[in-house]
């Protein structure tokens, strides 16, 4: 044992503590210079032990704790004690233990824990600050870093499982501080990310899951994660978990997002204008409460979104502003089966894109009452809730009953079909909006396919595209139904060449739109009139007079024929 207080000085080359047996050195002020190595615990068997609550200690070159496997070493550093070294490495093959419960550690280069293959290292930190170059939180090894308190700042590089092999936790609680340039979660190797509380502090990047074949986890229920720049992973599998707490980033890019992950938890997360997400999968609600909100830029999801996915979990995605798009979205449950309540409400000029299928469970609830919902299938046969009251619908398929109140319904994929195996109806404040484009039904026009009742009401709006002129004799079926009920309430038609016009006379017995033409008059006939059958011109011009009134009066009314 050594003791060093007061105005003690003591100055070595190597300073080995319990360097084949049990060792321990007390310092308590006084200054302790060492030009080249501090080693505690350094053969196998040994023990050693420093604790320093005041004065100074300088070490030159390294601090190891755990020198070879089988070796212990432990450092504690509290009330004002001064610690600094050019590296360190809190188990280098065997086991080493730092506590710091206040004072400062001040690194220069390297802070390592859980050193080569098989060692195992653990920092502690309460209170008092760090200060060091970069950190290794499982360079090779095993490590764990726990922080409820204190600050620790890292200038350059912050690595949580950093080589192949190598395992790291990091635990950041109640009123701990964490600053660092960069941060990996999971370089090379596995590492997890445990936030309660707290703050950390990245001015750059956070990159969970680096390297080809590494596994990183960051989980955030409580505290402040604030990124400078993006939340990424690279090659490996990287997973966001937001339970709680707060998380700011210009751009969030992982394999799996999940907000409210565990059970008993209360996630959210809010996307802004100019911010991005880009993940493989998300799950708002897996088994807790999560909530997410966008507000503007644009969420990419490759794979799945699910909300409320399972039983007990609660979820529900607000979008108003930005865009959003998913192969696939299961709402209230998962791909397989019904799980908790998830709701998914698009609104404002929010736009939210499903290349494949929207499935709605029967604890889920989709509100379309602005913006945009495009799905390839959507499915509402399990007893959930599709209320759609605003905004834009395009839809190619639909499973179970479609009604809809003041929107717009767009078939297909500009131009395609829409089939609704169901029945539809629409109010007066909607429109069926019917893009024409060629001949060639579901392909260049588009169709509206209802196997059950087609209750129509609201507006027909068609429109031209592509530079198509219809020809007279054109014929575009755009209804089929199993059974029709009702009328359009307003046709919108677009201008036709010449003499053509259109004939709605089969609207509403086929479901077809047609292109005639006027009869153009003989050219005696023109004569005739020419050289004073003034009579039977005026005739002729009244009759067309109130041709064209019944005309604008049967448009009201929705009648067969625009003449």
Excluded: C
């Excluded at 966008?294 to 930005?322: D, E, K, P, R, W």
């Amino acid at each position: 044992m050594y003791n060093l207080s007061n105005t003690g000085s003591l100055i070595a080359s190597d300073e080995y503590i319990g360097e084949q047996g049990t060792g321990s050195f007390n310092q308590t002020g006084g200054t302790n210079t060492v030009t080249n190595d501090l080693r505690i615990g350094w053969t196998s068997g040994s023990t050693g032990t420093y604790s320093q609550t005041d004065g100074t200690n300088n070490i030159s070159n390294f601090l190891t704790l755990g020198n070879v496997s089988g070796a212990s070493g432990t450092y504690n550093l509290s009330g004002t004690g001064s610690l600094s070294a050019g590296g360190q490495t809190i188990g280098h093959s065997g086991t080493g233990v730092f506590t710091q419960t206040g004072g400062t550690n001040s690194v220069t280069n390297i802070l390592r824990l859980g050193g080569e293959s098989g060692s195992s290292g653990t920092y502690n930190l309460s209170g008092g600050s760090i200060l060091a170059d970069s950190e290794y939180l499982g360079s090779s090894g095993e490590a764990t870093f726990n922080q409820t308190g204190g600050t620790n700042s890292v200038s350059s590089y912050f690595g949580v499982g950093v080589f192949s092999g190598s395992q790291g936790v990091y635990n950041l609680s109640n009123t701990g501080s964490l600053i660092a340039a960069d941060e990996y979660i999971g370089e090379q190797g596995t590492g997890s990310f445990n936030q309660t509380g707290g703050t950390n502090t990245v001015a750059n990047g956070l990159r969970i899951g680096w390297a080809t074949g590494s596994a990183g986890t960051y989980t955030i229920s409580g505290g402040t994660l604030g990124v400078g720049g993006s939340i990424i992973n690279g090659a490996g599998t990287g997973t966001l978990n937001i339970d709680g707490g707060t998380v700011t980033a210009g751009t969030i890019g992982v394999d799996t997002l999940n907000i409210g992950n565990s059970a008993g938890t209360n996630g959210s997360h809010t996307l802004g204008s100019g911010e991005s997400i880009s993940t493989g999968s998300e799950t708002i609600g897996n088994s807790g409460t999560g909530v997410f909100t966008q507000t503007g830029g644009t969420n990419t999801i490759s794979n799945n979104l699910l909300v409320g996915a399972s039983s007990g979990s609660s979820g529900t995605y607000n979008v108003s502003g930005g865009s959003f798009s998913a192969n696939n979205s299961y709402i209230g449950g998962s791909s397989t089966a019904s799980g908790g309540s998830g709701t998914l409400e698009i609104s404002g000029v929010g736009d939210a894109l499903f290349s494949n299928t929207l499935k709605i469970w029967d604890a889920g609830v989709v509100n379309l009452s602005g913006g945009m919902l495009k799905a390839g299938t959507i499915d509402n046969t399990n007893g959930g809730a599709f209320n759609v009251t605003g905004g834009t619908l395009a839809v190619d398929t639909f499973h179970g009953n479609l009604s809809i109140t003041d929107t717009i319904l767009a078939p297909g994929n500009s131009p395609g079909t829409t089939s609704v195996f169901g029945d539809y109806s629409m109010d007066l404040d909607s429109t069926l909006q019917i893009e024409i484009g060629g001949l060639l039904a579901g392909t260049e026009f588009d169709v509206l396919d209802v196997s059950g009742i087609m209750d129509l009401g609201g507006t027909l709006e068609v429109l031209l595209y592509g530079g198509f002129n219809p020809d007279a004799g054109d014929t575009f079926d755009i209804l089929n139904w199993g059974s029709l009920t009702g009328m359009f309430d307003f046709l919108v038609m677009p201008t036709l060449l010449g003499d053509l016009f259109w004939d709605t006379s089969a609207l509403y017995t086929t479901g077809e739109l047609s292109v005639g033409s006027q009869p153009v008059p003989e050219p005696g006939t023109i004569a005739l009139l020419g050289i004073g059958l003034a009579g039977l011109g005026g005739v002729y011009l009244r009759r067309r007079r109130r041709e064209k009134q019944n005309f604008t009066a049967k448009s009201q009314r929705t009648q067969k024929n625009l003449r």
